[in-house]
């Protein structure tokens, strides 16, 4: 589990919309991004098979980690190198059964139960948020800066967080040492090379 830490990247169906995405997220690897999470909620799996065949190429091309949002029967028909699940999608046991093998993340919001949980069951990360208002997902719950330092005292698999974090507040999340730090619009909006500069910059408290 040693490749998951740092920027992981996750694209939009706004920002990075089907037809530039793989340009995209090229341009994210090149930057140095070694995370890519393709998320899309509208599409149906057949709609983006070939899609992300393709972006599982151009991550293993570049030594990166290709994570597929919430398909997986897609995940396992391409051979994804992981699945990223929230709890109102399934379980991980269900995951699990139709992705045997990859690794599989568990969205926990902010509760260090439901991280527990999903460690005892076998997953392979855990992620926590929204820390700030988030542009991409407007309605998400914010959650306290204590959920890292308690997850990371409490856990032994990786934690990464997510929800409006940018350049500008990237530290605040940062000094609890995080093992990824999830981003959408600060990576994807403008000059993808730029954002990836200013984001580490950030990290590096």
Do not use: W
Request: proline share 4%; glycine share 6%.
């Amino acid at each position: 589990m040693s490749r998951l830490q740092g920027l992981y990247a996750i694209t939009d169906e706004t920002l990075t919309p089907d037809k530039t995405v793989l340009d995209q997220v090229k341009e994210a690897l090149q930057s140095g991004i070694k995370i890519i999470q393709y998320r899309n909620k509208t599409a149906e799996d057949t709609e983006v098979e070939a899609l992300c065949s393709e972006l599982q190429e151009l991550c293993t091309e570049h030594e990166a980690v290709f994570i597929i949002d919430d398909r997986p029967e897609l995940a396992s028909r391409i051979k994804a190198d992981g699945l990223h699940i929230g709890k109102n999608d399934m379980s991980y046991k269900e995951a699990r059964k139709v992705f045997p093998k990859g690794i599989i993340g568990v969205s926990c919001y902010g509760s260090i139960r439901l991280a527990k949980e999903a460690q005892e069951e076998g997953a392979d990360y855990v992620a926590f948020g929204s820390f700030f208002p988030s542009p991409t997902k407007p309605h998400s719950g914010i959650v306290s800066m204590s959920v890292i330092e308690k997850a990371k005292k409490a856990l032994h698999i990786p934690v990464c967080v997510i929800g409006g974090i940018n350049s500008s507040n990237i530290h605040e999340v940062a000094v609890y040492k995080p093992d990824m730090v999830s981003v959408v619009s600060a990576i994807f909006k403008g000059d993808i090379k730029r954002n990836v500069t200013h984001l580490k910059q950030g990290m590096n408290v």
